[in-house]
């Protein structure tokens, strides 16, 4: 459902993203992880079309993202980490928005919109309006919005940002349960044990490559210890620095 080919992101001299080739499958999990400025951002914003690859091709729901848009959007959602809503519309105003962008009947609109603010603790705030809502309602706004059009392919950055507990534990829930449905899940995150706890495959960015792919067991093992995933993450970050450092010269 998500077939990246030898992406590649540059900016000027800076190579942010450098050749990237991952395949993920239809209903399958996957997450993200990586340091600050390994690429992941960049990464997702060429998948979801938001800016065009130097080299190579992203393909989403059997489209490429930048030679068939709209048949690839119309199969996919988006949600960043700071998500923009329209602060002047309410939430049940912006899910009917978002109804008529894909143009889902009015009546299912109505339907799923009121099921999806039920699993996601919104009925008090569906008529306040957005400008006055924190951050962590704001996010579960956009979540919900975003399946609204039931996609076949969900990419979401930074997700429990902003979320307690209790809402964090119903957005990975309601996540991992359409991802049993068949919904492909491509999560970014800074969190290694929401990566462990819900992927099923874990891949990890580092300086724009894709230096390890798998799950979590396999990475541990890629790493050359049975460790915690988060020493295993450490160590393969670490070593994929050391090895793309020059070596030093030799005085004559």
Do not use: C, W
């Amino acid at each position: 459902m998500i077939e990246l080919r030898g992406l590649v992101k540059t900016f000027g001299d800076l190579r942010a993203v450098d050749g990237i080739d991952l395949t993920i499958g239809q209903g399958e999990f996957f997450a993200v992880l990586g340091p600050n400025a390994a690429g992941k951002t960049t990464t997702i914003k060429m998948m979801v079309g938001l800016i065009k690859p130097t080299e190579g091709s992203a393909v989403v729901a059997g489209y490429d993202i930048q030679q068939s848009p709209l048949d690839a959007r119309k199969r996919l959602a988006y949600v960043p980490d700071f998500p923009f809503l329209y602060d002047k519309l309410t939430p049940l105003e912006f899910m009917q928005f978002t109804g008529q962008l894909f143009n889902i009947d009015p009546d299912k609109v109505r339907h799923q919109g009121a099921e999806l603010a039920r699993r996601f603790h919104l009925d008090a705030f569906l008529n306040k309006s957005i400008e006055g809502l924190s951050h962590g309602t704001r996010q579960r706004v956009a979540i919900a919005s975003a399946l609204l059009h039931d996609p076949e392919v969900f990419v979401i950055d930074e997700p429990m940002v902003g979320l307690d507990p209790q809402h964090a534990r119903i957005v990975k829930d309601i996540l991992k349960e359409r991802s049993g449905q068949g919904m492909t899940v491509f999560l970014s995150t800074h969190q290694l044990s929401v990566a462990e706890e819900l992927a099923d495959r874990i891949g990890i960015i580092h300086q724009g490559r894709l230096v390890a792919v798998g799950t979590a067991r396999e990475l541990r093992d890629q790493s050359g210890r049975d460790e915690a995933l988060e020493s295993s993450f450490l160590r393969l970050t670490t070593e994929s620095t050391e090895s793309s450092e020059p070596e030093p010269t030799q005085p004559a």
